[in-house]
């Protein structure tokens, strides 16, 4: 096989969910078991208040405090990648700050939403978050929810960024990924867990994904059969992974809902969910059980993840 680049923060990277107590409260013990069980298994980083973290309903505090608990949990046997994206820049700005005191390893800044800036705002934004503090950047790039593409002519331009190191893509726009990825030095983390495999093999650097809350060693042995020269045992484990990954991720249900429901029906950390947000219906529970008892069983990891 031919060498790649080495990523910033790992190959495998799982969006976490934030647990929450029965009372809708921070539950950073949970938090810190949940981190622990996906570093001891295969995860190379944790980004925490994402999308899949329910950073729109989380306080500033409460990410900061999460952070710091994550932390101290995984210790340096992984990277902590803290979500810190808001429509302010002066907002965000404050946000970066505070994850670096609180000691993550670097940023994840999605495009600003609402306001669908043009794309000249959207790079003085991630400049201005860029300059603020020390760490290393991660462009989030998802359109379908922010309404504002990263254009690849954009991506390009903040390339020459020191600190800009990397891209959540989740643009779906393979062609103009390859562009930007033949151009620089960014690391390609598909957040699109159906196209774990498809990032890889074009030159991305891995994935940040959400299904991985509840299969962090399935997902990494995708990455580490390609990497062991054999493609086709890769194409096979990527492949078991679609009923899974389609009721979490495209059942119409937000990925912290199912994330959650199903690793509360593993007797794992989770909690509920904040509102707006509602939980998973029982039928939903039970299909993410059967699609997840299905995937283990095929996978030859059985009880692992």
Same mark, same amino acid.
Request: some cysteine; aromatic content about 4%; proline content about 6%.
């Given at each position: 096989?031919?060498s790649?680049?080495?990523? #910033?923060?790992?190959?495998a990277?799982c969006?976490?969910?934030?647990p929450f107590?029965d009372?809708?409260?921070?539950d950073?013990?949970?938090a810190?078991?949940?981190?622990?069980?996906?570093?001891?298994e295969?995860?190379d980083?944790l980004?925490?208040s994402?999308?899949?973290g329910e950073?729109?309903?989380?306080?500033?505090?409460? $990410?900061?405090a999460?952070v710091?608990?994550? *932390?101290?949990?995984? /210790?340096d046997?992984a !990277? +902590?990648v803290?979500?810190?994206?808001t429509?302010?820049t002066r907002?965000?700005?404050?946000?970066?700050?505070e994850a670096?005191?609180a000691?993550?390893d /670097?940023?994840?800044?999605v495009?600003p939403?609402y306001?669908?800036?043009?794309q000249? %705002?959207v790079e003085a934004?991630?400049?201005?978050?860029a300059?603020a503090s020390?760490?290393?950047?991660?462009l989030y790039d +998802?359109p379908g929810?922010?309404?504002?593409r +990263?254009?690849p002519?954009?991506m390009?331009?903040l390339?020459?960024?020191p600190?800009?190191v990397?891209? $959540?893509?989740c *643009?779906?726009?393979l062609?103009g990924?390859?562009?930007?990825? !033949?151009a620089t030095e960014l690391a390609?983390?598909t957040?699109?867990?159906?196209?774990?495999? %498809?990032?890889?093999?074009? /030159?991305? %650097?891995?994935y940040?994904?959400t299904?991985a809350?509840v299969?962090?060693?399935?997902?990494?042995?995708? =990455?580490d !059969?390609?990497? /062991?020269?054999?493609?086709?045992e890769a194409v096979?484990?990527q492949q078991?992974?679609? #009923?899974?990954?389609?009721?979490?991720?495209?059942?119409?249900?937000?990925?912290?809902?199912?994330? $959650?429901? =199903?690793?509360?029906?593993l007797?794992?950390?989770s909690g509920?969910?904040r509102?707006p947000l509602?939980p998973a219906?029982?039928d939903a529970?039970?299909g993410l059980?059967?699609?997840y *008892?299905?995937?283990? !069983?095929?996978s030859?990891?059985v009880?692992?993840s």
């Amino acid at each position: 096989m031919t060498s790649r680049r080495i990523p #910033p923060f790992g190959r495998a990277l799982c969006a976490m969910i934030t647990p929450f107590t029965d009372e809708g409260l921070l539950d950073l013990d949970g938090a810190q078991r949940l981190a622990d069980r996906l570093v001891s298994e295969g995860c190379d980083g944790l980004v925490l208040s994402g999308t899949t973290g329910e950073s729109p309903t989380t306080t500033d505090a409460e $990410k900061s405090a999460l952070v710091r608990a994550v *932390a101290e949990a995984v /210790g340096d046997r992984a !990277a +902590i990648v803290a979500g810190i994206g808001t429509a302010d820049t002066r907002h965000t700005t404050e946000l970066a700050l505070e994850a670096e005191k609180a000691g993550a390893d /670097g940023l994840l800044v999605v495009t600003p939403y609402y306001s669908r800036p043009p794309q000249d %705002a959207v790079e003085a934004h991630f400049r201005a978050i860029a300059d603020a503090s020390g760490l290393p950047l991660v462009l989030y790039d +998802i359109p379908g929810r922010t309404g504002t593409r +990263i254009e690849p002519e954009t991506m390009l331009r903040l390339a020459g960024h020191p600190r800009i190191v990397a891209v $959540k893509d989740c *643009a779906y726009d393979l062609l103009g990924t390859q562009k930007v990825l !033949a151009a620089t030095e960014l690391a390609y983390y598909t957040g699109c867990d159906e196209y774990v495999l %498809a990032m890889y093999a074009i /030159g991305g %650097a891995g994935y940040i994904s959400t299904v991985a809350n509840v299969t962090p060693r399935h997902f990494r042995s995708i =990455l580490d !059969a390609f990497d /062991g020269g054999d493609p086709d045992e890769a194409v096979r484990l990527q492949q078991l992974t679609i #009923p899974l990954t389609e009721l979490m991720m495209g059942s119409g249900l937000p990925g912290s809902v199912t994330a $959650k429901a =199903l690793l509360g029906a593993l007797g794992l950390p989770s909690g509920p969910v904040r509102a707006p947000l509602r939980p998973a219906d029982r039928d939903a529970v039970d299909g993410l059980r059967a699609a997840y *008892a299905e995937l283990t !069983a095929h996978s030859g990891m059985v009880g692992a993840s």
